[in-house]
């Protein structure tokens, strides 16, 4: 956002005119609802979930006590930098408008105190994590904090990682890790959310292709199956090798998770067909052989 001359509005009294609401930096004031809108590419979901309606009621009881962060937007009205979940609740709850401290920040400083606000939330998403980590990392390269962003995840300059992961429990490694998740594509992305792909395997296939990640998609809805970390790793290869075809995935997913079959018939089952001093040869010829019957029959 463009830096405004807010002394300069002061003379000429249009603070009103252009923001639509109060003025006053730093304090707490009340903002009408639809003058609040989402920061851009906000990283984190707000559910209807159990603890949205908790939150409702809540504020139904007792109002919202913590008010939220804003800033300026150039287009009028107020960027939400951190509340999305009380505003949110607000609305859900009737009010016309909720407490809010205006800050005059620039954009990487918001997009950091955004991103910052919200990591400590216990029931974050890997999506949600991947996003606000690749924010964060993005906005200290801006300001000129670390400039090298090119790194794998195992090692390499990206020394910015470490200042993402400090005070959140992850490692340098572990935030690249999860910002190579912003390259999945949106359905693996959701499957790694919901736990159907874990962690590790949704890192490993992020290394793959877009086109090799449709084709991956189209055979996990077809097949119902997800794959582990060593298919995950055996489909990277196929990707980079440029021989994963949907048949090459779905002979490393479908034909791998398939477990063989046994069935043990006990000596009491089969002693009532055969005699007792046929050999195990013998008996296995017939149970094929009247099994080739059967099935000829069916058809």
């Given at each position: 956002m463009?830096?405004?001359?807010?002394?300069?509005?002061?003379?000429?009294?249009?603070?009103?005119?252009?923001?639509?609401?109060?003025?006053?930096?730093?304090?707490?004031?009340?903002?009408?609802l639809?003058?609040?809108?989402?920061?851009?590419?906000?990283?984190?979901?707000?559910?209807?979930?159990?603890?949205?309606?908790?939150?409702?009621?809540?504020?139904?009881?007792?109002?919202i006590?913590?008010?939220?962060?804003?800033?300026y937007?150039?287009?009028?009205?107020?960027?939400?930098?951190?509340?999305?979940?009380?505003?949110?609740?607000?609305?859900?709850?009737?009010?016309?408008?909720?407490?809010?401290?205006?800050?005059?920040?620039?954009?990487?400083?918001?997009?950091?105190?955004?991103?910052?606000?919200?990591?400590?939330?216990?029931?974050?998403?890997?999506?949600?994590?991947?996003?606000?980590?690749?924010?964060?990392?993005?906005?200290?390269?801006?300001?000129?904090?670390?400039?090298?962003?090119?790194?794998?995840?195992?090692?390499?300059?990206?020394?910015?990682?470490?200042?993402?992961?400090?005070?959140?429990?992850?490692?340098?490694?572990?935030?690249?890790?999860?910002?190579?998740?912003?390259?999945?594509?949106?359905?693996?992305l959701?499957?790694?959310?919901?736990?159907?792909?874990?962690?590790?395997?949704?890192?490993?296939?992020?290394?793959?292709?877009?086109?090799?990640?449709?084709?991956?998609?189209?055979?996990?809805?077809?097949?119902?199956?997800?794959?582990?970390?060593?298919?995950?790793?055996?489909?990277?290869?196929?990707?980079?090798?440029?021989?994963?075809?949907?048949?090459?995935?779905?002979?490393?997913l479908?034909?791998?998770?398939?477990?063989?079959?046994?069935?043990?018939?006990?000596?009491?089952?089969?002693?009532?067909?055969?005699?007792?001093?046929?050999?195990?040869?013998?008996?296995?010829?017939?149970?094929?052989?009247?099994?080739?019957?059967?099935?000829?029959?069916?058809?």
């Open positions: 463009a830096k405004k001359d807010f002394k300069s509005m002061i003379k000429i009294n249009t603070y009103e005119d252009i923001f639509g609401g109060p003025v006053t930096l730093n304090e707490v004031q009340y903002v009408d639809k003058l609040l809108h989402d920061f851009k590419d906000h990283p984190y979901q707000v559910k209807d979930d159990e603890d949205m309606e908790k939150l409702v009621e809540s504020i139904k009881e007792q109002g006590l913590d008010p939220a962060i804003v800033r937007r150039d287009e009028g009205g107020y960027e939400i930098i951190s509340g999305h979940r009380r505003h949110h609740a607000a609305i859900r709850a009737g009010l016309r408008d909720m407490p809010v401290i205006i800050r005059d920040i620039d954009d990487d400083s918001a997009t950091l105190a955004m991103v910052d606000a919200n990591l400590h939330r216990e029931k974050l998403l890997p999506s949600e994590k991947a996003f606000a980590y690749k924010m964060k990392m993005e906005a200290l390269s801006r300001q000129g904090k670390r400039t090298d962003l090119t790194s794998n995840q195992v090692g390499g300059k990206l020394s910015s990682a470490k200042e993402v992961g400090e005070g959140v429990g992850d490692s340098e490694n572990q935030v690249r890790r999860f910002i190579r998740l912003t390259n999945l594509e949106s359905e693996l959701a499957m790694v959310d919901s736990k159907s792909i874990k962690f590790m395997p949704g890192v490993e296939l992020s290394y793959m292709s877009k086109e090799d990640q449709n084709a991956l998609i189209s055979v996990i809805e077809k097949e119902g199956v997800y794959p582990t970390l060593s298919q995950a790793k055996e489909l990277r290869q196929l990707s980079k090798d440029g021989e994963c075809t949907e048949a090459a995935i779905f002979k490393t479908a034909l791998g998770n398939r477990k063989e079959r046994r069935i043990v018939l006990g000596e009491d089952i089969l002693m009532r067909y055969f005699h007792a001093d046929m050999t195990d040869d013998e008996m296995k010829r017939i149970i094929i052989r009247l099994l080739d019957d059967w099935a000829e029959g069916r058809r």
